[in-house]
DNA sequence: CGCGAGCTTGACGTTGTTCAACTAGAGTGG
DNA sequence: CCACTCTAGTTGAACAACGTCAAGCTCGCG
């Protein structure tokens, strides 16, 4: 453990992503205004990072952690939009268009997030296209992200889109095989968009047919040729 | 029926509302390098406008008419993401992000469309960031308009799809509770996310409930707190 | 007149949700 | 240290929703 882990602000600014991909468009000086107007935070599980409805007066850079983007409808339904590891930009689909937050993202493990003053990140942007430009690459990719998701979601029955969870998940998020899961079996429903109960028999199908290895929240891919062709026939 | 509609350029580009908005952002003669650079086109129903997988060379502006977002899968399976009506600045998800484009573009009814050209465009709003933030703004509303229609179909039921359809192309396409479809019932079944007997079956059954009265492409909505209600309870 | 595309209907089987009962582990207080 | 309770996970059965299939209908067009 170095040093610095053991105070509150882990990640150095100097280390920092953002801080690299800014300074490409940027005098340093520029950016430390930025710096200046953002604070870093630590959330833990569970925590709201950014609230569905709330004025989006911050963007959110990820520096460490897992987040989910959900949005809860008027009967109190959550549905999991997509789920993002760091490095991220998060919330920026406000910096072109409303001022109140569409979905809110939470915590799914302890994550480090910057929290970056809006009004005076568009102002610099708006006066740097090249650096907007840039921004708007890092801010969409969720959209496309979640579009695809949902596509998935309208056209392939509960297996196929339990599969492509696990896929997802191991892909994108833990990037191994073998990962232990951050998500309950409720928020796994609420991303494949089906109920628990079906998520837990799916999930205990698969373990019996050797496609998983399932053990609690420890989750294991046996087969993954097997997995790739159930996501695919849907 | 003026004597320009007898031509094929239907419109003046003197009454194009991209005219408009773009002149709010730039000298006429830059714009008019812009006009130069587009081509006005006609489309009957049917024809693709914009092709998904295709480069994405041009921006369209919808002049006239009505189109659909469609993303078609693996397996050949089409998913309407959303269906929007003159005036709209389409295809426009590629201005900061891919080159390719991610879902194809179909008029569903004979639609006036103004092909501009990408690179130039481009060009000019790197040069204009308020001109660039305007595009994104114009440009940025499918995505969410799709979002909002995914998470529908994810948590609702074919009921409330169905009303969600029927309630939308009253509200943002047709605007009036009396309209003629034309969309098939087989596009229906493609936004609303279920089977064309489906879409059949319930809308007869709204038929017999009194909601609705449909005879053939003719839509009229007779009770349209209950619609709102089914869409609302799921 | 006959053909074909889109539409409609009802029957049937599959899929998925809901419900209720049960288990396991973690935290709490006597 | 052991009840207790609370939450997450699990299982199976009953029921509702939905897709598929098969058949027939309507309307426009050659």
Redesign the interface.
Known sequence: MSRSETHSKVYNCDDCLFQQISCQFMEPAQFNMLRKASAQLRFNKGETILKQGAQATHLAFLQKGVVKFQ?E???A?N?I?TITKAPALIGGSNI??DSVN?FSVQAVEECEVCMIDMAMLKEI??????Y??KL??LV?GM??E??IN??T???KQVNGRIADVILYLSDSVYNSDLFTLTLTRKELSEFA?CSTENVIHTLSRFHREGILNVKGKSIEIADRERLQKIS?I?
């Open positions: 949005y409808d008027e009967r339904r549905l939009l072109f268009n569409f942007a708006q006066m740097n296209n090249r907007l430009m708007l690459e969409t959209f496309r979640s579009v949902f596509i979601l309208a056209h968009g695919k849907g």
